[in-house]
Structures are given as C-alpha cells and as structure tokens.
C-alpha cells in the first residue's frame, strides 16, 4: 500500500469519526491510568460500570491506598482478572506517590516501570492523557492494520512501529482512537460490515468483496 492511499483511508476514517476519542470514563490522567490497567481482557463498558462506583469514593493514589486491597478487590470484582489488577493499582499508587509526587509520568520509561503497566498501556496514556502521537497496538488494531493492508505486521511493536512510520501526520494523535473505533464497531473480526465501510474501494482485504 502507498502512501497516498493511506493518506486516504486515515482522511476518510476522520470524516467518519469526528470526534475520536476512548470509550473509557476518567477526569485525570490517574483516573484514566486505572480504568486502563483494568481494561486488560474486558470491556470498556465493564470497566466504566465499576469505575462509575470507585472514582467518586477513590480517584487518587492516596485514596486508593486508605481503600486497601480488600476495599478495591469489592468495588472492582466485577471486572476479570480482579484479583491480579488490583494488587498491581495498589503496587502503582504507592509507586507514583514514592518516585513521582504522585502523578502519573508523560515518559514511556518511567510508565512502563508502573505495576501492570506494558508498552500498550503505556502509548494509551500518552496518547489520550497527554497529547502524545503515540499508536497503541490493541487487537483491534492489529486486526485493522493487518487486514487493510495499512501497516502489516506478525508482532504488535512491528505493526506498532510501522504505523508510526507511515500514518499521516496530520492524523497520528488521533490514529490510535479512528483505528480502534473502526476496528470495534466496522471491521470487526467475526462479521466484519464491509458494505457499510467507508474505505472499502481502498482497503486490501482478500476476502471483503465476499463481505459486502
């Protein structure tokens, strides 16, 4: 694929989504840090229903930590992997609040030296708390950038560092949040809406002609 034709797709996808942004609720960048730490492996709306209960009761690290393993595992069971992501959120409180005043770094180091915090976590912080032209590679992501033909690749950092290299720039802040919405809701994997995409004539995909 070319440039011109990825310059294309990324104008259309901004057409069609205005207003990119994520699906998760938060008012701070600690807020937005939590609610993607527990985002891993379940859904937005998951995550919003049981942080639509925590954040009015504990949106700071020290809240967090006078709420106390037990007291957050309560208010976040509902979510998997509950037990593992809340001893992680207690472990990066007491991070941020010993080697960062408590708040949450702008540098990718430094975030990914945060319990339960990786390279994608990483970019999603960066990207949508503070700016960033950051592109995290979730499996809608990868699906998108593989099956369009945008930026292909066997390994999430190699998809990664090919959209950083290739996505225009004037849609590189917003790419992350255009990719995942299409992937999320147009090119989905089981059943993927090739009739009612907006890059259909532009996209690579072998199969989207039996789609449409």
Request: aromatic fraction near 4%; glycine fraction near 6%.
């Amino acid at each position: 694929m070319n440039q011109h034709r990825r310059q294309s797709i990324f104008d259309r996808l901004a057409q069609a989504i205005p207003e990119p942004a994520t699906e998760l609720n938060y008012a701070t960048p600690f807020e937005l840090l939590v609610a993607v730490v527990l985002s891993a492996q379940a859904t937005d709306k998951g995550v919003n229903k049981a942080t639509a209960k925590l954040f009015p009761i504990a949106n700071t690290p020290n809240a967090i930590l006078d709420l106390g393993l037990n007291g957050l595992k309560d208010h976040i069971k509902t979510i998997g992997l509950y037990n593992t992501k809340a001893a992680n959120i207690i472990t990066l409180c007491r991070q941020l609040l010993d080697k960062h005043q408590g708040h949450v770094p702008q540098a990718r180091a430094e975030l990914e030296s945060l319990a339960g915090v990786g390279r994608k976590t990483a970019n999603v912080i960066l990207n949508t708390a503070f700016g960033q032209d950051t592109i995290a590679v979730d499996t809608h992501i990868f699906r998108v950038a593989n099956r369009t033909g945008i930026a292909p690749g066997k390994t999430v950092l190699d998809v990664e560092r090919k959209l950083d290299k290739w996505v225009p720039k004037a849609h590189k802040k917003a790419a992350h949040h255009l990719l995942i919405l299409h992937g999320r809701y147009t090119c989905s994997a089981r059943k993927p809406k090739c009739n009612q995409c907006v890059i259909a004539d532009l996209c690579e995909y072998d199969d989207k002609l039996a789609k449409v």
